[in-house]
């Protein structure tokens, strides 16, 4: 069951009012997720209607976005996209706005199944954040990391990744699981509920890396069918 967006009482989310806020405030006291709420005009289902984009992802630019046949409320919803675009490019980060009609999944029988639609955390070596936004629904996803087990720390699964490894459950093993991210993906505990994080609102999460003050925001992409609309989705 997933909650309805920005659930009340998750004290690791914060809620910001404005840009400058999402992008200053310090992750810290156990915070590891900030949404900017946003309701925002325009309609981004036409965006993405008048796209030939075909299966997988499509990367759009902005002259894609402006060639657009679009009403007034899809100019609309061009305008603010390429705002946000903006407003990220000069943080000094690199955003990029994707059409997604499916990504590519794990193979049914993986031990642990890495592709994004399994609860993952991000990562970096150095000091680093995700930001995100959800254009058109099915919107992103989101778990609490006290509702959610690393599936490297399950002993069944541990045991079969040690068995595919070879050797003892040491540091090398250790770098194993590492190398392959099986590390940053997570189970949800039983009675989990996850979260949307919404339509249109602006997200900054904390990832893991070195000396990081809070826990990663553990999150993944929503479960699609054949024959869903596309995503289109702000990720930097």
């Known amino acids: 069951m997933i909650t309805p967006d920005i659930p009340s009482g998750y004290s ?5 009012s404005s840009f ?12 590891n997720a900030l949404c900017w709420k946003r309701t925002l005009l325009g309609d981004f289902r036409e965006v993405v209607q008048k796209l030939s984009a075909e299966e997988g992802i499509t990367t759009l630019d902005e002259w894609t976005l402006q060639a657009l046949p679009l ?14 675009l903006q407003l990220l490019r000069e943080l000094g980060v690199s955003p990029v706005l ?6 590519e999944r794990d193979e049914a029988t993986a031990v642990v199944a890495t592709d994004v639609y399994s609860f993952h955390a991000d990562s970096a070596p150095v000091e680093a954040d995700t930001f995100l ?12 990391n006290e509702d959610a087990q690393r599936r490297v720390d399950i002993p069944a699964i541990r045991a079969e990744l040690l068995r595919a490894f070879g050797g003892a459950d040491d540091e090398d093993f250790r770098e194993y699981l590492s190398e392959n991210r099986f590390d940053l993906h997570y189970a949800p505990l039983p009675g989990a509920r996850p979260f949307s994080f919404g339509v249109g609102n602006l997200w900054r999460i904390a990832i893991e890396y070195p000396g990081s003050p809070v826990p990663p925001c553990i999150h993944r992409a929503p479960a699609t069918s054949p024959g869903d609309p596309a995503r289109l989705l702000l990720i930097a």
Not at 12 to 16: L, T
Not at 71 to 84: C, F, M, Q, Y
Request: net charge neutral; with cysteine; glycine share 10%.
């Open 20 to 31: 400058q806020e999402l992008v200053s405030t310090r992750f810290g006291e156990g915070v």
């Open 133 to 144: 936004c959800s254009y058109t629904d099915p919107a992103s996803e989101g778990i609490r």
């Open 12 to 16: 690791r989310i914060r809620v910001v």
């Open 71 to 84: 009403t007034s409320v899809g100019k609309l919803a061009v305008e603010t996209l390429l705002r946000d």
């Open 98 to 103: 994707d059409c997604i009609r499916g990504y």
